[in-house]
């Protein structure tokens, strides 16, 4: 049995729950990916970037028999059980995966503000270049943040005691898991050719505890 470490976020209203994909799950998947992509005719069948808000090189979604044969759903599964425990002292009886997809991008693509569908989201990383760029007008004492390529969660607006936005600098095995209404965005990278690959999910649990009204 896979240890996981996690961590419960709450950068402002929503709770957001953090895990680390277990190394051996990381390399199933992407081992999974690279065979995947060199099949055209599986490719275009399990495309969904006509599905999906991205503007970027690939979307697919996971064949849901490797999703539980490499412990995928299963990690999802758990972890969502968890954090719901942990953050509305719950036990859910219901957790039902809708899909699972895998996220191609590189440089001078994104991902726009959007939402999910379903009661559970996340999203994560498997391949993260090893440089997402710097600011074109780069000053030596700028305390800017560049953001190029970072998972950014949106919620509310500013105010005092108050963010609105949770920004994520990807590494490889961090996953965040978050309510499906949170609305998020990644913006594009630049300074390579190389490949930022991330994982996502929606799935639906009990109603009687997401339906809080």
Known sequence: MDKVNF???RPFGPSIFKIKIPKRIVLALNEYVDKLIIDNKKVKALSAGAYLA????QEFKLEKEFSLKSGWSNLISKATFQWIKITCKKDIKEFKMIDSWIVRQFQNEYNPVHMHSGHISGAGFLKVPSTLGKY???????????AGGTLNLIHGSKQFLSNSIFTIKPEVGDFYFFPNYLMHTVYPFKGTDEERRSISFNAFIDQSIYDVF
């Open 7 to 9: 961590e419960e976020l």
């Open 136 to 146: 074109v007008q780069e000053e030596k004492h700028s305390t800017k943040k560049y």
């Open 54 to 57: 991205g503007d970027v090189t």
